[in-house]
Structure formats: structure tokens, C-alpha cells
């Protein structure tokens, strides 16, 4: 064995290679929780974004005048969920609405080609107008986990 093998097998270095190892994948895993987060928004700047572009034509939430009409969708925002809203799934619902079309309404709210009819607002919102909207939507949720019966098996 060539004295380059030996050392890469030597039973010390074998060890730190892997704690190294181990940690380069503790720590990229600890970088993936941190998640998608945007800087913080304004609720009430959030809530004037949501009315000023007429979101509440197709979107009802609690507490903000209905201003759709007899054929508009009236998809139901906000309310009691038994999951958070991400940040990630508001921003992606928003910019990119047919990524994700919950099933009550593939029906209702999307095109022949099964896209979403939401209109596109990436020309249209700031940065700013979506982190915002986002903060305003997102504490618009509140969470109610089910509760679940335990049986213990004895």
C-alpha cells in the first residue's frame, strides 16, 4: 500500500473526515430551515395593496367590502387553517397563481388550458407592494390544528 493510502486510511484521519463531513451536512441542512423569508412588511400598506388592485373582485377576506360580482370566483382568503401560509406559498400564489390551483376550484378558476385566471401582476406590483401584500395576507391565517384522538395501544 502506497504511503498516500495509508494515510487517508489512518483511523484518526478517517474520523475527522467524517465529522467533517457531518457537519457540512448539519449546517446546509440548518441553512434550508431558515427557509424563504422577505423582509418585513406593513399590514396596513399590505391590506391598500390588496384593495388598489382589486383583489377583492375575485378574493374574499373577512372585514374587507366584497366588490365582485354574481359571475366573479369569490375564492375565500384567510380564516382558520390547520397549516401555516409560507411565506414561499403566498409569493408563489401570487406571481405565479397557476403553479398551485386547490382542487374546489380547478373548475371555477382556470382557462381551457387549465392555467389560472387570476391575472398576472409582475408588471404591475413593486417588491415592496408584494412583501406588503404578503404580510397582510399571511396575518390574515390563523392557525387551528385539528384536534386528533389517541388511542395507546396497551
Not at 24 to 52: H, M, W
Not at 101 to 111: L, N
Request: charged share 20%; glycine share 8%; with cysteine.
Amino acid at each position: 500500500m502506497s504511503s498516500k493510502n495509508k494515510t487517508l486510511c489512518n483511523p484518526s484521519n478517517l474520523v475527522v473526515f467524517i465529522l467533517f463531513c457531518g457537519s457540512l451536512l448539519i449546517s446546509s441542512c440548518n441553512d434550508q430551515a431558515r427557509g424563504f423569508a422577505l423582509p418585513a412588511g406593513d399590514i396596513e400598506v399590505g391590506k391598500a395593496t390588496y384593495k388598489r388592485l382589486a383583489c377583492n373582485t375575485c378574493h374574499r377576506i373577512s372585514g374587507i367590502e366584497w366588490k365582485g360580482g354574481s359571475d366573479s370566483l369569490n375564492i375565500h382568503l384567510g380564516g382558520e387553517v390547520s397549516a401555516r401560509k409560507s411565506y414561499g406559498y403566498l409569493v408563489t400564489s401570487i406571481i405565479n397563481p397557476s403553479h398551485r390551483i386547490a382542487e374546489g376550484y380547478k373548475q371555477v378558476a382556470t382557462t381551457q388550458e387549465g392555467l389560472s385566471k387570476m391575472k398576472n401582476y409582475n408588471e404591475v406590483m413593486t417588491v415592496q407592494e408584494l412583501i406588503d401584500l404578503v404580510t397582510f395576507l399571511q396575518s390574515e391565517y390563523k392557525i387551528d390544528i385539528p384536534s386528533t384522538n389517541y388511542y395507546p395501544y396497551y
